[in-house]
C-alpha cells in the first residue's frame, strides 16, 4: 500500500512537471488512453508486477498479480518473498564458472477471476548453474470476500470427498495414454492416493477444478507438471454447493483483446530515410510495458518529438495493451523481449518458440506488425536461438544499470557519457529512475547534436539493407 502511494505521488509529480513543460494536453491524452486500456485489459480489477534481477552468478525474473484487496495482495508476496528466499538459500553455495549462471523464472496464470473467487496459478522454473532445470507448480486460490484463501480442506462437501477426487484424477490419468507409457504403478499409486498433499495444488478455471501434479509425482521428470480437469458438473456433493454457486455464477472474464483487432497501419512501413552523416543514438526500453511509467516516459519522448525502441513482455503487454497501442501509434518501435523474460539458451525448442511466438503475436494483435528486432532477456543468446528469431538480435551499448542503481541521477551519468554516434542504451521503463533522468537525458544528447531513432531506423544505415536475420547489434555497427 505504502509503495502504491509511492508510486503514485510520484506519477503526480512527475505529471506535473511535464505540464509546466508546456504539455498540458498530455494528461488529457493519457487520460483517455487509461479509459481505453480499462476497457481492454485482460483483468480491469488487477495488475501485473515484475522484478528483474541480474547479478554474476544469478538472474531472477518474477511476475506477479497485484489486486485491490491489500490482504490478499499480502498473502501473494509472502507466497513471492519465500519461493524468492528458498531460490537463494539453495544457489549460496554454488560457484558457477564464468558465463553460466543461476536462474528463477516465476510467471502466473489467473485462471479463474469473479466476485467471490479468485484462482492465481504460478509455474516456476529454477535453473541451478550446472544442473537441469526444475519446474514447480503452486496455486493460490482466494475466498475475495473475506480476502482469504481458500485450501483444499476448507472445500471438501464431507469425509468421503478426498476419496471421490482422487478416484476420478486416476481415472483420467489412467485414460492418457501418454502418461501411462511412461510412467510405473509405483510412481502413479504414491502420486495418486487420496492424502490431502497429493491434491492440494488444485486451481479453479471458469467451469472447471483442476488438479496440478508437481513434476514426478506422477511419472518420470520427463512428464513434467500434469494436470486433471474435473468438470463442475462431476463435482457435486464433492465440494461445498456454496464454491460450486460462486463458480456457476462467476461471469466469463474473456479476453477483449482478441475482439479489437486493429487495422495495419501502412504509413508505419515506411521508414525515415536518415542521413548517414547525421549523429544518432536509439533509446530502449526493456521489462514493460508499465501502467504509470510508460506513459509518462511516452509523454516525454513526445515533447522531444524523439522516437525510441520498447522491449516488451509478452506477458506485460497482456494486460495494459492500450498502452502499447499508443506507443506504436506514436513512432515508437515495438520489439519483443520474449514472454515472460527466461534465459532463452536454457529453454527447449518448443518452450523457446512459444515464448517468441506468442509475444509476437500479442504484439501484432494489437499493433497490426509483428516486432521486427528481438532482446533477449538478459542478452543471453546462442545458435539456436538465433536461428529460432526472425530479424536481428538487439542487445546494445550502454547500460544504464537504472534496475540497480534506482538513482536519476547516475542514469543520467551512465547515458550521457557513454554516448556516441550509434549507441543503443539500455534502460528500463519500469524503473522510476529512468522515468525521472529521461527530459535530462534527452536535453543534453540533443544539445551535443544527436537525434533519435527506433533500432530499426538505426540499423538501416548499415552497408547491408536487408533485415539482418540473425545477426546481433549491439550498436550501429555490427557485431
Ligand atoms: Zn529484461
Known amino acids: 500500500m505504502k509503495m502504491k502511494l509511492f508510486i503514485l505521488s510520484l506519477v503526480v509529480t512527475l505529471l506535473m512537471t511535464a ?109 541451478l548453474a550446472g544442473e537441469n532445470s526444475t519446474n514447480y507448480v503452486h496455486a493460490l486460490n482466494f475466498d475475495r470476500k473475506q480476502g482469504k484463501q481458500i ?12 476419496q471421490k477426487i482422487a478416484e476420478i484424477s486416476q481415472d483420467k490419468v489412467m485414460q ?40 514426478k509425482q506422477i511419472g518420470p ?17 464433492i465440494i461445498k454447493t456454496s464454491y460450486i454457486e460462486s463458480l456457476e455464477l462467476s461471469i466469463d472474464n474473456e479476453t477483449k483483446i482478441l475482439s479489437n483487432t486493429t487495422s495495419i497501419d501502412q504509413d508505419h512501413n515506411k521508414q525515415t530515410t536518415l542521413d548517414p552523416g547525421g549523429k544518432y543514438v536509439a533509446l530502449t526500453f526493456d521489462d514493460g510495458p508499465h501502467k504509470e511509467l510508460t506513459p509518462y516516459i511516452l509523454s516525454v519522448l513526445k515533447k522531444h518529438k524523439a522516437r525510441a525502441t520498447f522491449y516488451v513482455l509478452g506477458n506485460r503487454v497482456e494486460y495494459y495493451p492500450d498502452i502499447v497501442k499508443r506507443a506504436f501509434d506514436e513512432g515508437h518501435e515495438i520489439g519483443s523481449h520474449s514472454w515472460s523474460h527466461p534465459k532463452l539458451t536454457s529453454l527447449s525448442q518448443s518452450e523457446l518458440l512459444k515464448q517468441m511466438n506468442e509475444t509476437s503475436n500479442m504484439i501484432a494483435k494489437i499493433t497490426g506488425k509483428a516486432p521486427a528486432t528481438t532482446r533477449p532477456p538478459y542478452g543471453a543468446f546462442d545458435n539456436t536461438v538465433q536461428k529460432a528469431i526472425n530479424g536481428p538480435i538487439v542487445n546494445w551499448s550502454v547500460d544504464t544499470l537504472d534496475w540497480k542503481h534506482k538513482n536519476k541521477e547516475l542514469v543520467k551519468k551512465i547515458a ?64
Open 176 to 215: 492418457d495414454a501418454k502418461v501411462m507409457k511412461v510412467t510405473d504403478e509405483t510412481r502413479l499409486n504414491n502420486g495418486t492416493v487420496p492424502k490431502l498433499k497429493n491434491y492440494n495444488t488444485y486451481s479453479f478455471s471458469n467451469n472447471s477444478m483442476d488438479i496440478h501434479f508437481e513434476e
Open 19 to 127: 505540464c509546466t513543460g508546456g504539455a498540458k494536453e498530455n494528461e488529457a491524452d493519457r487520460e483517455s488512453h487509461i479509459q481505453t486500456y480499462l476497457k481492454e485489459s485482460k483483468f480491469p480489477d488487477i495488475e501485473i508486477e515484475t522484478e528483474v534481477g541480474e547479478y554474476d552468478d544469478y538472474k531472477y525474473a518474477i511476475h506477479f498479480p497485484r489486486t485491490k484487496q491489500p490482504e490478499i495482495n499480502q498473502q501473494i508476496k509472502s507466497f513471492i518473498t519465500k519461493h524468492k528466499t528458498d531460490f537463494l538459500n539453495k544457489i549460496k553455495n554454488l560457484q558457477p564458472e564464468k558465463g553460466n549462471f543461476s536462474e528463477l523464472l516465476l510467471d502466473y496464470n489467473i485462471t479463474h477471476l469473479s466476485d467471490n473467487l479468485l484462482s492465481i496459478v504460478f509455474s516456476s522454473s529454477v535453473h
Open 416 to 479: 550521457i557519457e557513454n554516448t556516441t554516434n550509434g549507441s543503443i542504451i539500455l534502460m528500463h521503463d519500469i524503473q522510476q529512475a529512468t522515468a525521472q533522468a529521461l527530459d535530462d537525458i534527452i536535453k543534453e544528447l540533443s544539445a551535443q547534436g544527436y537525434q533519435f531513432v527506433t533500432v530499426s531506423e538505426l540499423l538501416e544505415l548499415e552497408d547491408n539493407p536487408k533485415k539482418h536475420a540473425g545477426q546481433v547489434f549491439m550498436n550501429r555497427k555490427s557485431s
Open 221 to 237: 521428470k520427463s512428464l513434467g507438471n500434469y494436470k486433471v480437469s474435473i468438470p463442475l458438473n462431476d463435482l457435486k456433493n
Open 151 to 162: 485450501k483444499l480442506e476448507h472445500l471438501l462437501a464431507d469425509d468421503s470427498s478426498l
